[in-house]
């Protein structure tokens, strides 16, 4: 089965920086890989998704690598703001299922302070 | 439009007893997911229902664990004889396969207390 890594301490930096979440994997490497934002209190929120012949995937201030040599994911927030303190999903499609069942990660919790 | 919503928000039940989670997907999704999130761990988990096909149960940790989706839309996921490491809370989530986007919908949750 799928396990995925991330940073379960929590990551705190000051706003404007940038922010950077890993999740690494083992076993096969996914069709896909997609990042969630999770708020206390709330479900899981979508972000980006990259498919295993995509490099990097941008949208607005976020940043998603995926690296299938190093079974690796990096995930950016340039310019970050207080409002992007969340903890963040990584989550891996379960070995080319056709019903897109997702494996998760911990999350690693960002805490940005002004 | 409508998220998915889930039914009841908190529920704190005594070991032993059964109880049922409600969800209500987005209409139109024709996939929809039961997770589990325990204190500070990530999802797992637990059943897949896609349209009319059986429903993928891999992930339901015992039997006393079972979920049905009446009328490809709403789930009732029940746990018999609730233990008190069914503590946690369970997420449903909703996708539309049909644009290939793969994106999961979630509710927010159901808190499940079991004493």
């Known amino acids: 089965s799928q396990k995925i890594e991330q940073n379960s301490e929590a990551l705190n930096i000051q706003e404007g920086k940038t922010a950077t979440l890993t999740c690494n994997y083992t076993n096969y490497s996914p069709a896909y890989l997609q990042w969630y934002r999770q708020d206390p209190g709330r479900g899981p929120v979508f972000l980006l998704l990259i498919r295993e012949n995509e490099k990097e995937k941008r949208k607005e201030r976020l940043k998603v690598t995926f690296d299938t040599t190093l079974k690796q994911s990096l995930f950016h927030i340039t310019a970050s703001q207080p409002a992007d303190s969340a903890t963040y999903l990584c989550a891996l499609d379960q070995n080319n299922n056709a019903g897109n069942m997702l494996t998760f990660g911990g999350g690693t919790r960002l805490m940005v302070k002004p | ?115």
């Not at chain 2, 997770?35 to 797992?44: D, F, H």
């Not at chain 2, 997420?91 to 949750?109: H, I, K, M, W």
Request: with cysteine; hydrophobic share 25%.
């Open chain 2, 1 to 115: 439009g409508a998220g998915v919503s889930q039914s009841p928000s908190n529920k704190v039940t005594e070991k032993g007893k059964d109880v049922e989670l409600r969800c209500d997907p987005i209409s139109g999704h024709t996939a929809l997911y039961w997770y589990r999130q325990s204190l500070g761990q990530g999802l797992e988990f637990l059943i897949y229902f896609q349209g009319n096909s059986a429903p993928d149960k891999s992930g339901l940790p015992s039997d006393r664990f079972s979920a049905e989706r009446t009328g490809g839309s709403v789930s009732t996921l029940t746990i018999q004889r609730t233990q008190q490491e069914d503590s946690a809370v369970y997420l449903c989530a909703s996708s539309s396969l049909s644009d290939a986007s793969y994106e999961q919908y979630f509710g927010p949750g159901t808190r499940l207390t079991v004493t």
